[in-house]
């Protein structure tokens, strides 16, 4: 199983931010601790060159995430302060989940342990994203051969950005399935938007996710799917306002895979979100992706 991982994804912030970056070297040292997975199936990606950037973010933000160039009014919308070190993780978070794409398409499956960066735009970002891994390597991929592809997004909050590059290119179909009261408080128009309810259970959660992908996918016949995997969905979360159990994160990432795996196809997983104040909750829950993407497409 191939895991895109480098040390630069745990970015020094200052101290008390609420964005729990040492989750990023915790998954790697789980997975290698419990055996899942071995140093050599560790992928440490290159930097995204600008011109596969460029296919999918505005050259005018690009050139302003590489200068440090940033407003104060942008750098807060993002919630980190810019820095050179900040933009170059996000190239190599990037070029992880391209190199990634290949993988799953001769594999099956393929990790991040970053990315997810699903609240950026063409020409901004937000929500602790710069620069939007699977839209970058969706465009990338449509530029050499155009085929159908399918964005499964089960992070607690909406797919904006990834649903505004998209919304006049149905060749990359973006369904979003998120907290209806939650951030994005303006939400964009995802292919298919499914919002839940505050306090949404496993069952609840569960049934409306088993009622909807089986058939997207069968409709579609995607030749990839991108999933973001993102644990905010867990009840303990600190911003994820839903009651989703750690069994039924789990159980959710398990039926994720078996779905497109029935199906034959391949999978590139981004890590997304996850926000419980306990950092060994978080870390738990992204490892049970890993665990149920190994176990599901016996790589
Ligand atoms: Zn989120």
């Not at 602790?128 to 699977?134: A, P, T, Y």
């Not at 994720?256 to 996850?274: D, H, Y």
Request: hydrophobic letters at 35%; one cysteine or more; a negative charge.
């Amino acid at each position: 199983m191939q895991v895109a991982y480098d040390p630069v994804y745990a970015h020094p912030l200052p101290e008390g931010h609420r964005f729990p970056m040492l989750k990023y070297e915790l998954i790697p040292g789980q997975l290698l601790y419990e055996g899942l997975i071995s140093e050599k199936e560790i992928h440490r990606p290159g930097s995204c060159p600008d011109d596969i950037i460029l296919l999918t973010h505005t050259s005018d933000y690009l050139h302003r995430l590489k200068n440090q160039e940033l407003s104060p009014q942008e750098q807060r919308r993002i919630g980190f302060p810019q820095s050179p070190e900040l933009t170059a993780r996000e190239l190599v978070i990037t070029q992880g989940t391209i190199d990634n794409c290949q993988h799953a398409y001769n594999n099956g499956i393929a990790m991040n342990v970053a990315g997810g960066t699903h609240h950026a735009f063409a020409d901004h970002g937000e929500g602790f994203c710069l620069l939007n891994d699977f839209a970058i390597a969706a465009n990338y991929l449509q530029q050499t051969n155009k085929t159908q592809l399918l964005v499964v997004d089960l992070d607690v909050h909406q797919g904006n950005g990834t649903a505004k590059i998209f919304e006049n290119d149905p060749s990359v179909f973006t369904f979003s399935m998120h907290g209806g009261h939650n951030y994005p408080f303006h939400k964009e128009r995802s292919d298919l938007d499914l919002p839940l309810a505050d306090g949404c259970t496993d069952d609840a959660y569960l049934g409306l996710l088993m009622d909807t992908l089986p058939a997207l996918v069968s409709r579609l016949k995607p030749s990839l799917v991108f999933y973001l995997s993102g644990v905010d969905i867990l009840l303990t979360d600190k911003f994820g306002k839903l009651k989703v159990s750690m069994e039924g994160c789990r159980q959710r990432d398990e039926f994720v895979f078996r779905t497109l795996f029935n199906a034959g196809l391949p999978c590139v997983v981004s890590m997304g979100g996850g926000y419980s104040p306990d950092v060994r909750t978080i870390v738990e829950a992204h490892c049970n992706t890993f665990r149920a993407a190994k176990e599901i497409y016996g790589v």
